[in-house]
């Protein structure tokens, strides 16, 4: 059974930090790479960060790289998304998701991914 919980969203001011989590079923963490992904307001959903938890290979969206860092816990079925230097268009709904047919490469593309949490929503003020 594919279940993802996000949490950790909320308010902050331009330049701070935020850290998601994503709890996944065991199962799902074992065998998916997992993905945070984007959604603004009038806006295409985008990927943001993906992590192969059997590897650790990581992707990185141009626009958070060196500023959004994606992780795992093993001992937990959890992944993170520690975001520094938040921006105002960082400012979204951000889902946590599975693709389960990444085959060990982490990817970006939406259409990659099965399976989708509730969101979590992150605003990001001037």
């Known amino acids: 059974q594919v279940q993802l919980v996000e949490s950790g969203g909320g308010s902050v001011q331009a330049g701070g930090s935020l850290r998601l989590s994503c709890a996944a079923s065991?199962?799902?963490?074992?065998?998916?790479?997992m993905g945070w992904l984007r959604q603004a307001p009038g806006l295409e959903r985008e990927g943001v960060a993906s992590?192969?938890?059997?590897?650790?290979?990581?992707s990185y969206a141009d626009s958070v790289k060196g500023r959004f860092t994606i992780s795992q816990d093993n001992a937990k079925n959890t992944v993170y998304l520690q975001m520094n230097s938040l921006k105002p268009e960082d400012t979204a709904m951000y889902y946590c998701?599975?693709?389960?047919?990444?085959?060990?490469?982490?990817?970006?593309?939406?259409?990659?991914?099965?399976?989708w949490g509730q969101g979590t929503q992150v605003t990001v003020s001037s």
């Open positions: 065991r199962y799902t963490y074992s065998y998916a790479c």
């Open positions: 992590i192969y938890t059997g590897g650790g290979s990581t």
């Open positions: 998701a599975a693709d389960f047919g990444c085959a060990g490469s982490s990817r970006l593309w939406i259409g990659a991914y099965q399976h």
